[in-house]
Structures are given as structure tokens and as C-alpha cells.
């Protein structure tokens, strides 16, 4: 009998070869093999009569082959196998598919599914390059083909993603799956705690496997394709769960440890309140109200402030400094960029300074001494506010005293993963800021451990963020401060630039500044796109002569990019022509105008962000995206998108829809959970819904949760982070 646990090459049909091929997709166990679901499935046992299609429909055909062959055309081969059921005929076709020649024999039972098509010139329907399987006796392995080919025809039929190896092919994994679940134990233990089971009406794990891989006649296809199913269902939510569980447990774990419970007496509160150059908006101060009762908590702030680009998270962050501060810490505060520390440290010196705050600027680009002096102050104590960019962590800074830890613009969230605190080892009992896993084993636990806010622009669904971030605790900021007037955002052809140069010298004439962006530095990059630094020279010595341009990208030295940043600000600048260095968080209130060339070759959030460098001041702002050449019909969707609304909820939802998960957050390092059946975009509410369960499971004091369960859930957290690193810190 086969466990869930087994070794995958104890299955019938597989032995070491194809166990290791199967290793490469992830599945190692039977229960690995048996949660590889079918991505559709094919109804066999009502399949379409060749009569009855009609063009435009997807469809499963099965009928037998009458003829085929490969005729040339000027242009390429063409395949062709006529499919009869009676005295109907279907044609299919495939292009260039000389590997199909002396594939198919007259006769044979043959199964095809695709889209049907209306030839345009002799008006009958046909399927090209339709999927197809042959039925019946091939495959050629003797006396289990029957009962094999009886899994193929009349009923509905799983398909499988093949793993791309030879053998490895949809059909075969029919075959073994089947084979897996004949000899699987007839006890499945149960996974889920009862009373969830119960009140969802899930259910039992043996009825879900089955039923997945072979539906039963009455089953809704369409519940099937969607993945609805009861048997779905079950399985998805007992992945979420369980994730949902370990994260629950992991944020208890957390909320455990020894921090700094900050004071917030009247003095501290005027202290907060000085400082404010305007009126805070009502989310302003519920997310500080937030921020502030965490802080007062003796055990260790674990925050994430989502608030979409320009709603003031700035601000915040400097009042949960002072907080630190006046309770006798320190803070550090890391931004991505140099540029942006910069911006910090200039806003910074501008709003506390006056205040009596000592603050300091440490990034790569300082020279060496000034560097050693900073590292002094900072580890005196001295420094009450350490700017610097996320180098901070990899330099390992000591801190005499750290209480807060503020990350900013955390979107790409590399750092986020990887930041861990931790106490310095032996002497001095200074603190460092250090990132890697193996030294936090050196942890002196009689130190508090510091707080961590971070602060991120990605407008993440909440679901996926309470996911992605689940042992973090969640702050939106969803106001805009006041009197900002929307921004407008047109689309244009890039032959028509003369007009858009036009509109740029009358908005500079009004006094205000602009920015143009390129998709590339240097022009050889890519030949076709104009490039940030040739166009640069056409702007400033031919279109606009006569006024002020500068130039920004990520190759120039650090003390020039600061140079040309630092005069955009003050206004020395009219026009800046940049890449996207200045994406994120640059605050530049005059300026109003963002040309952005090529927008058709950036990503939808990109766009969102460098849109969000305008529209920070009071007058009207204009995105004006242009494009040159041809748009695909995803790139048409996107700057659709980014016309029609400024709301980067929104315009994150379609991001995901776009591009997925993956890619919408950067690469699978980047911290995006390995599921194995569920999905975050298609299973959202049943996200929602397993978090909703975990936290019933895991209320009141004694929860009532089994050591079985809880390392269920340990093992979910640390296989579905498996490729990433400490963002959930496992263990
Ligand atoms: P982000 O959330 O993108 O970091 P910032 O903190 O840079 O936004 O704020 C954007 C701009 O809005 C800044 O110029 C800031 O001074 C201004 N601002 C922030 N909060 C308010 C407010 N409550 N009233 C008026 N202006 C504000
Ligand atoms: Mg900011």
C-alpha cells in the first residue's frame, strides 16, 4: 500500500530514471504526484458530434482517421488529417508539422481538442493544431492497454501538463497517477481539525484525490475547468490552511519575543505633533495611531504601511522616529536608492532638525573618513536619525541603541526577506544591523529586540499581502492629502511629438518642470528605442535649446546623480530626462508633466510609479505616454489601464491579472509562496476563508490545535517558502 509519504518511485511504472525526472517538476512523494492536478479536462464521454460543432467553440472531438498528409505551400508545410465520425469529416491542421508525416494509420481512434475555425475560402469548420491523443492500442506495452485505454474514452478524461522529457507526457501521467491512487492506503488520515472540516462540509482527502484526477459522469465541467469542484475545494483550502496556520503561529512566536515597549507620555505626543509642517490626513493619523500602540507594546513591531505613491508615508515614519527617539533610541531609516536617502536626509534635516534632532547620512558614496566618523557617532549614540540606503545592513553599522528600524519603498522586497536584526556579539553591547541567517545565531537574548516598519508603494491586494506578508502586521494608507488635483493621463503616437514638446514648453513657461522618460540608458541597448541619453542631447541642444535640461540614469556617479537631482529640486532644472532611476519616491511638487516614450515597454506598475512622481503639488499634472511602433494587445491593456484610472489598487489587481503573481512581485526569489494546487489570483476567497479558519482555530488562549497540526503547518510555511529566504523566518 502506498502512503502519502512514499517515495514516488515505489509506484508502479516509475523506477529511479523517472523518479528523477519527476524531481525536477517538484514531486517527490506519492503525495506530491497525487496533488500534480490536471490543468483542464476533456469530456469523453459526451464528446461532440462533427455535425453539431459550431465555429468559435472549444471542443473535444473523437472520431477515426481517414486520411492525412503534407502538402506544401509557398510558404511552409502544412499538415493535414481528415477525422471521420460516419459520414461526417472534420480537417485539422498544423503548420510546419513535418514530424507528424506516418504518424497516423487509417482507423485509428483518435482524440482532438481545440478551437473550431470556419476555413474562409470553402466555409467548412475545422481545428488547427488542435492537442491531440491517440486511442486505443498506442503506446504498444501489451496486455494493460486496455484497461489503460479504457481511462481515455467515455467519461471525462484529466489532462496534464507533460513534464517535457520523453516519457514523461500527459498520458503517462494518467496512467501512473491512476496506478497511485489503486494501491494508495484506503485510511487516509484526515488533515483538517474537525470542526473546520465540519463546517465547511469539506470533503475527506481519499474522495478529494479521486475525484480530482477522475470526475465523476455527473460532475459540472464547468466547476471542473475552474477548479470549483468539491473535491477542488478541499484540496486548496488544506494547502491555504495550513500556510494560513503556520503563519498565525509564526506571528504568535514573534509577538513572544522581548521589544522595546516605547513611552507615550503628553511630552512625546507634543513632540510628534511639532514637527508637522501640515494637517495630517483622518488615514494619517489612524495608520501613526496604529503605528504608536504597537510601539508601546513590550514585544517587538512588525508593521508593513501600504500607501499608494504621494499618500505621505514620509511623514509617518518621522513620527514614529521621534517616538523612538524621545524614548532614547535610535532610529535607521533605509531606502532603496542613494537618491532617495538623500531626499530623506534633506526632508529630514528640513522637519526634525529644527526640532534638535541629530541626524546623519551614511551611504556607499561618502568618503571614507566622513564614513568612519558617521560609524563613530552612530556607535556612540550620538546619531539619534541614521539615513543611509540598505547598504546599512550590509555594512553592518552598530548602533548603541536601536529601537526602530524604518524601510522605505520596499517594493521590490529583496531586502524585506533578508533584514533580520540582530545583537552584536561579545563586546561593547552595541547592536548591529546585519543580514545574514548563519549569524543570528549569535543572538544575545537579553537584548530587546528593535521594531520594524516598512513602508511600500506596491498597492498589494490585501489578501495577498496578508498572505505574502503574513507574520507582518498591515497599515493602510488609502487617503491622498488634500488638494491634489488628478492627475490626467492621454496616449500618443510618437510622430506626433512635435505637439507633446509643444505642451511642455507652455508648462514650463508657466514655471513648472518636467520629466521624459526612457526605457534604455545608451542606445545601442536596443537599436529600435530611442534612448535616454541620445535623446537627451536632441532635447537640450535642438527642441529645447533655450532652457534648462538635465540628464538622470543609473550609470552616472552617485555625486552627479545627486548633483542633477539636488538642482531638478531646487528648481535649477526644467526638464529632466531620465530612465527609471527616478521611479520611486522621487518628491519633486513642481513638477507636472511626465512624458514617458515607449511606455508600451513597461510594466503596468512601473508606469504606476514613475506616473506617481507627479501630481504631488497643488496644480494640474499631465502622464503623457507615448509610443513608438507596434503595441501588443498586452501592452494595449496596460496603458488602457493606466488612462482610464489612477487608483493603483486597481491598477494592481490587472497587474496580477497580467502577469501573475510571479511576475508581479519580480522573480520566484522574491518571495512569492510555492503553491503546489492553489493559486493567490484564482483562490483569493479561499484565501481569505482559510485565514478566517486559522485564526478561529488559533483563538483565545489555549487554542485547541494538536502537535500534529502544527508541525503540518510548519512543514506548509517551509515548503511553500522553500526558494526564498527569512521573510518568514521558519523554525
Ligand atoms: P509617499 O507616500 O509617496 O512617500 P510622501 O511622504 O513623499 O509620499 O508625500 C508626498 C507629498 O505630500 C510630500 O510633498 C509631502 O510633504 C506631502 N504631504 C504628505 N502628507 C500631507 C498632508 N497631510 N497634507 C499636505 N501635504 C502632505
Ligand atoms: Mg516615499
Same mark, same amino acid.
Given at each position: 500500500m502506498?502512503e502519502?509519504?512514499?517515495p ?10 523517472l523518479?528523477?525526472i519527476?524531481?525536477?517538476k ?5 503525495g506530491?504526484?497525487?496533488n500534480y492536478?490536471?490543468?483542464r479536462?476533456?469530456?469523453r ?14 471542443a ?10 503534407l502538402f ?5 508545410p ?9 459520414r461526417?469529416?472534420l480537417?485539422?491542421?498544423?503548420f510546419n ?6 504518424k ?7 482524440a482532438l481538442?481545440?478551437?473550431?475555425e ?8 475545422q ?8 486511442l ?19 467519461r471525462?478524461v484529466?489532462?496534464?501538463e507533460s513534464?517535457?522529457?520523453g516519457?514523461?507526457?500527459?498520458r503517462w501521467?494518467?496512467?501512473?497517477i491512476?496506478?497511485a491512487l489503486?494501491?494508495l492506503?484506503?485510511?487516509l ?12 462540509a469539506?470533503?475527506s ?9 477522475? +470526475?465523476?459522469a455527473?460532475?459540472?465541467f464547468?466547476?471542473?475547468?475552474s ?6 475545494i478541499r484540496l486548496?483550502?488544506e494547502e491555504?490552511?495550513f ?5 498565525e503561529?509564526?506571528r ?10 516605547f513611552q ?15 494637517h495630517p490626513?483622518?488615514?494619517?493619523k489612524?495608520?501613526l ?8 507594546? +513590550?514585544? +517587538?513591531?512588525?508593521?508593513?504601511l501600504?500607501g499608494d505613491?504621494g499618500?505621505?508615508? &514620509? ?12 524614548n532614547g533610541y535610535?532610529v535607521?531609516?533605509m531606502? +532603496?536608492?542613494e537618491?532617495l536617502a538623500?531626499q530623506h ?8 532638525e529644527?526640532?534638535?534632532y541629530?541626524?546623519?547620512?551614511l551611504?556607499g558614496s561618502?568618503?571614507?573618513?566622513r564614513?568612519?566618523?558617521v560609524r563613530?557617532?552612530i556607535?556612540?549614540g550620538?546619531?539619534?536619525l541614521?539615513?543611509?540606503t540598505?547598504?546599512?545592513?550590509e ?6 541603541k536601536p529601537?526602530?528600524v524604518?524601510?522605505?519603498?520596499q ?5 524585506l526577506q #533578508?533584514?533580520?536584526l ?13 543580514l &545574514?541567517?548563519?549569524?543570528?545565531g549569535?543572538?544575545?537574548?537579553n537584548?530587546a529586540e528593535?521594531?520594524?516598519l516598512?513602508?511600500t508603494a506596491?498597492p498589494?491586494p ?5 498572505t505574502?506578508?503574513g507574520d ?5 494608507l488609502?487617503e491622498l492629502?488634500?488638494?491634489r488635483t ?6 500618443? &503616437?510618437d510622430?506626433r ?12 513657461a508657466?514655471?513648472?518642470q518636467?520629466y521624459?522618460?526612457y ?16 535623446m537627451?542631447r536632441?532635447l537640450?541642444?535642438?527642441?529645447f ?8 540614469h543609473?550609470r552616472?556617479?552617485?555625486?552627479l546623480k545627486d548633483q542633477v ?5 531646487r ?7 531620465a530612465?527609471?532611476v527616478?521611479?520611486v519616491?522621487?518628491?519633486v ?11 508600451? #515597454?513597461?510594466?503596468?506598475?512601473q ?5 506617481g512622481r ?11 505616454l507615448?509610443?513608438?511602433g ?8 496596460r496603458?488602457?489601464a ?10 494592481a489587481?490587472?497587474?496580477l491579472?497580467?502577469r501573475g ?11 512569492m ?6 493559486n493567490?489570483?484564482?483562490?483569493r ?5 482559510a485565514? #478566517?479558519e486559522?485564526?478561529?482555530?488559533m483563538?483565545g ?8 497540526e502544527?508541525?503540518?503547518?510548519l512543514?506548509a510555511?517551509?515548503?511553500r517558502w ?6 518568514v523566518?521558519?523554525?
Open positions: 502506498l502519502l509519504t512514499t514516488v518511485q515505489y509506484v508502479k511504472g516509475i523506477g529511479p530514471k523518479a528523477e519527476l524531481a525536477t517538484g514531486i517527490a512523494t506519492v506530491d504526484l497525487l492536478l490536471p490543468f479536462y476533456e469530456d464521454l459526451n464528446p461532440r458530434g462533427i455535425a453539431e460543432l459550431r465555429a468559435g467553440e472549444m473535444t472531438v473523437i472520431g477515426e482517421v481517414r486520411n492525412s498528409g506544401r505551400t509557398r510558404r511552409m502544412i499538415f493535414q488529417l481528415t477525422v471521420g465520425q460516419g461526417s469529416k480537417k485539422c491542421l498544423w508539422a513535418t514530424y507528424l508525416q506516418d497516423f494509420k487509417p482507423g485509428q481512434l483518435i481538442y481545440g478551437k473550431v470556419q476555413d474562409s475560402r470553402s466555409g467548412e469548420l481545428i488547427i493544431q488542435p492537442q491531440f491523443e491517440m486505443g492500442d498506442a503506446g504498444g506495452e501489451g496486455a494493460d492497454d486496455k484497461a489503460a485505454a479504457s481511462l481515455e474514452v467515455g471525462i484529466p489532462i496534464y513534464a517535457g522529457q516519457r514523461v507526457t500527459a501521467f494518467r496512467r501512473v491512476r496506478t489503486d494501491d492506503t484506503p485510511d488520515p484526515e488533515t483538517i481539525p474537525a470542526s473546520v472540516r465540519e463546517r465547511l469539506l470533503v482527502p481519499r474522495e478529494a484525490l479521486w475525484k480530482v484526477h477522475w +470526475p465523476e455527473g460532475e459540472s464547468e466547476a471542473l475547468q477548479s470549483r469542484t468539491p473535491a477542488h486548496i483550502f491555504l490552511f500556510t494560513e496556520l503556520g503563519l503561529l509564526k504568535r512566536q514573534q509577538k513572544a519575543q522581548t521589544g522595546v515597549a507615550l507620555d503628553d511630552r512625546v505626543r507634543q513632540a510628534i505633533k511639532k514637527i508637522l509642517p501640515f490626513t483622518s488615514a494619517q489612524r495608520v495611531k496604529e503605528i504608536a500602540d504597537d510601539m508601546q507594546q +513590550p514585544h +517587538p513591531m512588525r508593521r508593513l501600504q505613491v499618500s505621505g508615508k &514620509t511623514i509617518i515614519g518621522f513620527q514614529a522616529a521621534i517616538i523612538a527617539i524621545e535610535q535607521a531609516l531606502a +532603496p536608492t537618491i538623500q536626509y534633506f526632508s529630514a534635516r528640513k522637519i526634525l529644527n526640532a534638535g541629530r541626524i546623519v547620512l551611504t561618502l568618503e571614507s573618513d564614513k568612519r566618523e563613530r557617532h556607535a556612540q550620538n546619531a539619534q541614521v539615513i543611509g540598505h547598504a546599512l545592513l555594512e553592518k553599522v552598530e548602533f548603541a529601537g526602530l524604518i524601510v522605505d519603498e517594493h521590490r522586497f529583496g531586502v #533578508r533584514l533580520k540582530m545583537k552584536k556579539s561579545g563586546d561593547g553591547g552595541g547592536k548591529t544591523v546585519a &545574514t541567517d548563519s549569524e543570528a549569535t543572538t544575545d537574548k537584548l528593535p521594531d520594524v516598512v513602508m506596491t498589494i490585501r489578501t495577498l499581502a496578508l505574502l506578508y507582518l502586521d498591515l497599515s493602510i488609502d492629502p488634500p488638494g488628478p492627475i490626467v493621463t492621454r496616449r500618443i &503616437t510622430d511629438s512635435p505637439e507633446v514638446w509643444d505642451f511642455v514648453r507652455k508648462q514650463v508657466k514655471g513648472h518636467v521624459v522618460v526605457p534604455v540608458i545608451a542606445e545601442n541597448e536596443e537599436s529600435e528605442l530611442k534612448a535616454a541619453i541620445k537627451y536632441e537640450s541642444e535642438k527642441v535649446a533655450d532652457l534648462k535640461v538635465g540628464l538622470l543609473g552616472l556617479e552617485s555625486e537631482m539636488r538642482m531638478f529640486q528648481g535649477e532644472l526644467q526638464i529632466l530626462v530612465t527609471t527616478i521611479e519616491g522621487v518628491d511638487p513642481n513638477a507636472t508633466v511626465m512624458v514617458i516614450e515607449h511606455a508600451e #515597454r513597461f510594466g503596468l506598475a508606469l504606476h510609479q514613475l506616473r507627479i501630481g504631488r503639488g497643488a496644480a494640474k499634472s499631465f502622464c503623457i507615448m509610443t513608438g507596434k503595441v501588443t494587445e498586452e501592452g494595449e491593456r496603458l488602457d493606466m488612462v482610464r484610472t489612477n487608483d493603483g489598487f486597481q491598477i489587481e490587472l497587474d491579472e497580467l503573481p510571479g511576475e508581479f512581485f519580480g522573480t520566484r526569489q522574491a518571495g509562496p510555492n503553491f503546489r494546487v492553489a493567490l489570483i484564482r483562490d476567497q479561499l484565501l481569505e476563508l485565514k #478566517r486559522a485564526a478561529a482555530v483563538a488562549p489555549n487554542p485547541e490545535i494538536t502537535q500534529v502544527i508541525s503540518r503547518a512543514v510555511l517551509r515548503t522553500q526558494h526564498t529566504y527569512g521573510l523566518e521558519v523554525g
